[in-house]
């Protein structure tokens, strides 16, 4: 068996990004699309992970094991006066899920916020995701309000939680690795 390996997601693995996208939309209602991934095309995918890759405020990376994408996490870097903020978000694939590589995409993303200069890290997460909210929890991050009817699956509206780790805390002693 081949061990997992994290590194950055490059414009040459768009179509395995997207078709990657394709099978955890269908695999959870957690996420803001379904089985039908994103609406872009390969051109369209590069293009993007070309831009994330040159800026400085934002990384998108994957776990792949056996050469198959497993995981992704993002941060998005924010512009002009919001530049000291990143957006992020992660995903697993549905079979790998309670086995730590949530935690390890976290770690990995949260470092690279501190080596690159982000200092407020935000997420929008669905309010009944206990496992999801548990991970970002252990790793800091606190919720700062609710929004609600996010979205919406045919009839039935979701909630949202928006989170939030300001890592300013973290350079003035806070502990923020994981808080078990």
């Known amino acids: 068996m081949e061990e997992i390996i ?90 790998y899920w309670n086995q730590g590589l949530g935690s390890r995409m976290m770690e990995q993303l949260i470092t690279y916020a501190e080596n690159s200069g982000i200092e407020v890290i935000s997420l929008d997460v669905r309010a009944d995701n206990a496992a999801a909210i548990h991970l970002y929890r252990k790793y800091g991050f606190r919720t700062i309000g609710t929004f609600p009817a996010y979205f919406r699956i045919g009839d039935q509206y979701y909630d949202f939680d928006m989170m939030l780790l300001d890592l300013r805390r973290v350079r003035n002693g806070e502990k923020r690795l994981p808080t078990r």
């Open 6 to 95: 994290v590194r950055e997601i490059l414009p040459a693995d768009a179509e395995q990004a997207l078709a990657y996208l394709c099978a955890i939309g269908g695999e959870t209602d957690n996420l803001t699309f379904g089985a039908e991934g994103l609406p872009l095309s390969a051109e369209e995918e590069r293009n993007y992970l070309q831009l994330i890759h040159a800026n400085l405020h934002s990384v998108h990376y994957g776990a792949w094991r056996n050469g198959i994408l497993i995981a992704d996490g993002s941060l998005t870097g924010m512009p002009g006066r919001m530049r000291h903020r990143a957006e992020l978000g992660i995903s697993v694939r549905k079979e």
